[in-house]
């Protein structure tokens, strides 16, 4: 269990500082998503212009909007896949007879658990989106 807690919170520590680059590629993927090609304004032109623009016209706060979804999503998904393989692994699942890691046990391992962290996640990544936007 604390595998889980452990790697949920160390996601969202990361989680915290890549959140206004979330943000900012939300945003810079959507303009001009439903005018027709050359008849939109660029508000974006690059990362930098996108966070300087977004802090001007919404406010400093702005580039941390959908943080606690984010938080969340970070925290289930991570802690879920970190947890789950490291549990997996605790147990012998990711070794061979000669309780070395075996390359496909592990690689299955990696893909279940991360297979079942996206799973848990992804009600969280489309509150996130709809924020960010």
Not at 21 to 45: D, F, N, P
Not at 66 to 91: E, H, K, V
């Given at each position: 269990m604390m595998e889980f807690l452990i790697g949920g919170v160390?996601?969202?520590?990361?989680?915290?500082?890549?959140?206004p680059l979330e943000v900012a590629k939300t945003r810079m993927?959507?303009?001009?998503?439903?005018?027709?090609?050359s008849q939109y304004t660029i508000h974006y032109k690059n990362v930098l212009h996108a966070f300087y623009t977004i802090a001007r016209v919404d406010g400093i706060f702005a580039l941390q909007k959908g943080l606690m979804p984010a938080l969340w999503y970070q925290f289930i998904m991570n802690g879920i896949r970190l947890g789950a393989y490291q549990w997996l692994d605790s147990r012998g699942l990711t070794r061979n007879k000669r309780d070395r890691v075996s390359l496909p046990h592990a690689v299955a391992a990696g893909a279940l658990t991360g297979c079942l962290g996206a799973t848990a996640g992804s009600p969280f990544y489309m509150v996130i989106f709809v924020l960010q936007s």
């Amino acid at each position: 269990m604390m595998e889980f807690l452990i790697g949920g919170v160390a996601a969202c520590g990361a989680g915290l500082f890549t959140n206004p680059l979330e943000v900012a590629k939300t945003r810079m993927q959507l303009q001009g998503e439903l005018a027709r090609r050359s008849q939109y304004t660029i508000h974006y032109k690059n990362v930098l212009h996108a966070f300087y623009t977004i802090a001007r016209v919404d406010g400093i706060f702005a580039l941390q909007k959908g943080l606690m979804p984010a938080l969340w999503y970070q925290f289930i998904m991570n802690g879920i896949r970190l947890g789950a393989y490291q549990w997996l692994d605790s147990r012998g699942l990711t070794r061979n007879k000669r309780d070395r890691v075996s390359l496909p046990h592990a690689v299955a391992a990696g893909a279940l658990t991360g297979c079942l962290g996206a799973t848990a996640g992804s009600p969280f990544y489309m509150v996130i989106f709809v924020l960010q936007s």
